[in-house]
C-alpha cells in the first residue's frame, strides 16, 4: 500500500479513477501523482492516490476489502520537512532472475552522481544501513536505525537482492505480480531534499 501526492498544479481537476496502476484506461493526469511532496500550502495540489497492490489468485468475488490509511494534518509545522528516496530496480521483465541459482544478485544504486542532487555537503562513502537475510514480501515494515547516519554528496547508497531459486525450473520475472520479484527500498529522510527515487535497470 502505498500513498503518494499529486504533484500538479493546484487548479487542475483530478479524474476519479479505481483500477489497475498499469491499465490503459488509467485517466492521463494521474502520471504526475507518483511523485512525493509536500501536502498542503497555497500553491500545492489538493488530491492524493493510493495504490494498493491485492493478491486473488482463484478470483474470489467475495472478499471485501477494509484497508486503509489515517492521515494526520496539522496546521503545526514541524522543525524539518521528511522525504522519501527509492532506490531499487524497475518493475519489470529486464530485471528478471534465472533459475537454479543459489545466490543471485542484483543491484540498485543511488551513486555519487545521484547523491549530489539537493544534499548539501560531500563525504564520499559507502554505508551499510540495514541487513536481512530472510526478507518475506508478506511481511513488509518500516524498519528504525539503531543510529542517525548522515548521507551527504558522493555517498553511494546500493540497494541488494539476492535470490535463491534452486527449487524454480524457470526464469521468474520482475514486475508488480505476486509471482513476480521486486527489488526497492523505500528511505524515509531529513532534511527534504530533490532526491525522490533512482532506478538502475
Request: net charge neutral; aromatic share 12%; proline share 4%.
Amino acid at each position: 500500500m502505498k500513498l503518494f501526492h499529486c504533484d500538479v498544479d493546484p487548479d487542475m481537476q483530478i479524474p476519479a479513477y479505481n483500477d489497475r496502476c498499469t491499465s490503459e484506461e488509467k485517466p492521463m493526469g494521474l502520471t504526475s501523482c507518483l511523485t512525493g511532496g509536500i501536502i498542503g500550502g497555497p500553491k500545492t495540489s489538493q488530491f492524493l492516490v493510493l495504490e494498493v497492490h491485492f493478491n486473488n489468485p482463484y478470483f474470489k468475488k467475495s472478499i471485501i476489502d477494509q484497508s486503509g490509511i489515517r492521515i494526520y494534518y496539522t496546521t503545526k509545522l514541524r522543525k524539518y520537512d521528511a522525504g522519501i528516496i527509492e532506490v531499487g530496480l524497475e518493475y519489470n521483465p529486464k530485471n528478471s532472475i534465472p533459475p537454479g541459482s543459489t545466490a543471485f544478485r542484483v543491484f540498485g544504486y543511488c551513486d555519487s552522481e545521484c547523491t549530489q542532487i539537493g544534499l548539501p555537503s560531500k563525504n564520499g562513502r559507502i554505508i551499510t544501513l540495514n541487513i536481512d537475510r530472510h526478507y518475506s514480501s508478506h511481511f513488509q515494515e518500516i524498519r528504525f536505525l539503531l543510529k542517525l547516519i548522515k548521507i551527504e554528496q558522493d555517498d553511494t547508497i546500493i540497494h541488494t537482492c539476492i535470490y535463491n531459486t534452486e527449487i524454480r525450473t524457470n526464469v521468474t520475472f520482475g514486475g508488480y505480480s505476486i509471482n513476480d520479484e521486486m527489488c526497492i527500498n523505500y528511505m524515509h529522510y531529513y532534511l527534504r531534499s530533490n532526491l525522490e527515487l533512482f532506478f538502475k535497470s
